[in-house]
Nanobody, 127 residues
């Protein structure tokens, strides 16, 4: 079992920056990657970014160049640095962890790859 807890959300203005944190506990040694997803009201939960413990990262096209995912190197935390925020980035941001191993890193962009989820932290960007 892996438990995840997000923090760092808030209300900001367009163009501002925000840093989200996700603390993992439990059997984190069983995970192969952690990621961030977001869900806006009335929309499906969508992929944002993922960090594989092998060191590679992947991003959704909508956040490339603006968001950066990183980890503490110990499988116990991941962070999401969000710059140049836009109103369309407004959503509930969820941290997720996967115990599934894939050689093709693209699989970590899929919601079904993740079997542990946090409750989420709200990010609201005003125009």
């Amino acid at each position: 079992q892996v438990s995840l807890r997000e923090s760092g959300g808030g209300l900001v203005q367009a163009g501002d920056s925000l840093r989200l944190s996700c603390a993992a506990s439990g059997r984190t040694f069983t995970t192969y990657a952690m990621g961030w997803f977001r869900q806006a009201p009335g929309k499906e939960r969508e992929f944002v970014a993922a960090f594989r413990w092998s060191g590679t990262t992947i991003y959704a096209d909508s956040v490339k160049g603006r968001f950066t995912i990183s980890s503490d190197g110990a499988k116990s935390a991941v962070y999401l640095e969000m710059n140049s925020l836009k109103p369309e980035d407004t959503a509930l941001y969820h941290c997720a962890a996967s115990t599934l191993k894939y050689n093709n890193g693209d699989y970590y962009g899929a919601r079904k790859t993740y079997n542990y989820w946090g409750q989420g932290t709200q990010v609201t960007v005003s125009s």
